[in-house]
Each structure stands twice: as structure tokens, then as C-alpha cells.
């Protein structure tokens, strides 16, 4: 056999083997974020919501922060969304705030689950991390344990006696005071989210997803949270928050919305 034929009998033994070598395309992924009440949109401003305990509310704005986007592979393996801590800032009067993109390359494949905290978590909480609006408006007093909130969500109930209250619903680190001493020792609030899904990345195409916020699940999941008991104010009240934060690890869904192509 001549050179130059056993040249190309070798090129096209190689040829199948250097094109599976070659790494697959990026896949890239985009998340709405999507606030409920029921099942349906979340109507800002009108009381016509009515929660577990029974306290006709209404909300005026929701602000919150979630942080460490990733999905997650069957073996436990995570693909952050994001290169640094991937915090997110979502605020329901900032429509700019309801879509994320992946700002990464993402690995194709079959994913199992989206993962993230919510909040931020201890490492990421330091006072003075963010300089601008609307993201330093989140602030949470240094004497509270500082940091940011990890949510604001405000609106107002009515009350037995009929007067309607404004309630600030706001999570961030808590406190307890030691009776005694009235030393304070501060409580981490935030918490982690794992929504299983079942999601097939395909390289060089978008995938939508949707991420749902069900508010009244803030309210319902584990405890009937009742304004009447709590009050309108909770950053000091640290059982009041924890309870909040026990509702709030149900209130998340994911739905897959479309594999672009
Ligand atoms: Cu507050």
C-alpha cells in the first residue's frame, strides 16, 4: 500500500474519534420569576386576598434577593447559572428584575433540579456590599445584625376591629436577646431551595424556565401566620421570622416553559 492511501485510511479511522474529542457548544438558560397568589398573577394594591388565619391582606410590593442560582445534576453536581455568587435582586415594581440569564456557559445535559438560597447567606451578608439603589435600599440595620434584608414584602391587613394596618413582612438576620444579660446573638434566616425538575440542556439553544413565587404560601405552608398575633413589624421578632422562613422554603415552583431552537 502506498503512502498517501494509508495516510487517508488512517485520517478517516481518526476522524470520528477527534470530532467526539471536541467539547460540545454551551447551552444557556433564562429565568422568569413569576409572583402568585393562588395560582394566579399577583394583583398589587386591592384587598382580595384572605390568608390561613383568616386575615383579609393585600400587598403593595415585594423585594427579595436570591442568590447561588444552579442546577443540579442526578449526582448531586451543581452548574452555577452565574460566575461570582450569583446574587439577584427581584422587585415586583421592576419589571427588569423578572427574567435572569445565565452569564456562562452551561454544560448540556439532563438536569434534575434548580438549586438556590434565599437571601444571603452569611459569607455573602456584609454590610456596605452594595453602594447602589435599589439593591443598598435593602439594608438591614447594623444593631439587627446588618447586612440587607433578604425580602421585603409589604402591603396591609384588616384588622378584628376593622381598621386597616400597614405590615412590613421583612426577613433578614435575626436576633435573640439573652434575658438576662440582654446579650444578642444573631440567627442566619436565609435558607436553601432545591426545586426538582426534570431539564434536557441542548448545546447552542436557550431554555425558558419559570420560577414561581407563591406569596400566599408565606403565610400557609406550615403555619396559619396571623397578622393579629404577629403584628405588622417582625425584623425583632425572631420566632415570627423563623416561622416565615418555614412557610417560605414551600412557596417556590419551577415550571419549564420551552427548549428554544
Ligand atoms: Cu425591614
Redesign the pocket.
Known amino acids: 500500500m502506498n503512502k498517501t492511501i494509508l495516510c487517508f485510511f488512517c485520517f478517516l479511522f481518526l476522524l470520528p474519534s477527534c470530532r467526539k474529542n471536541q467539547p460540545e457548544k454551551p447551552a444557556s438558560i433564562q429565568l422568569t420569576i413569576r409572583h402568585s397568589v393562588e395560582g394566579n398573577l399577583l394583583v398589587v394594591d386591592t384587598m382580595r386576598y384572605v390568608n390561613a388565619a383568616g386575615n383579609p391582606f393585600l400587598i403593595t410590593e415585594i423585594q427579595w434577593f436570591l442568590s447561588h442560582l444552579a442546577l443540579q445534576k442526578s449526582d448531586g453536581s451543581l452548574e452555577p447559572l452565574a460566575d461570582d455568587e450569583g446574587i439577584y435582586y427581584l422587585d415586583t415594581d421592576l419589571s427588569d428584575t423578572w427574567t435572569i440569564h445565565s452569564s456562562r456557559p452551561i454544560n448540556p445535559g439532563v438536569y434534575t433540579g434548580l438549586k438556590f438560597v434565599f437571601g444571603l447567606n452569611q459569607t455573602d451578608n456584609t454590610s456596605g456590599r452594595f453602594v447602589n439603589p435599589p439593591e443598598s435600599f435593602m439594608f438591614w440595620p447594623e444593631q439587627l445584625g446588618g447586612g440587607y434584608?433578604y425580602m421585603?414584602l409589604n402591603g396591609k391587613w384588616r384588622r378584628p376591629d376593622g381598621l386597616i394596618a400597614p405590615f412590613?413582612f421583612?426577613l433578614g438576620i435575626g436576633q435573640v436577646y439573652d434575658s438576662i444579660t440582654d446579650a444578642v446573638r444573631f440567627v442566619q434566616n436565609y435558607f436553601e431551595v432545591e426545586l426538582p425538575c426534570n431539564l434536557q440542556l441542548k448545546p447552542e439553544k436557550q431554555t425558558s424556565v419559570e420560577l414561581e413565587m407563591k406569596v400566599e404560601q408565606w403565610f400557609s405552608a406550615r403555619h396559619p401566620y396571623d397578622f393579629d398575633f404577629w403584628g405588622g413589624h417582625i425584623?425583632q421578632n425572631q420566632a415570627a421570622m423563623q416561622q416565615a422562613c418555614e412557610n417560605g422554603k414551600y412557596a417556590f415552583a419551577i415550571h419549564i416553559l420551552n427548549a428554544s431552537e
Open positions: 434584608h421585603k412590613n421583612h425584623m
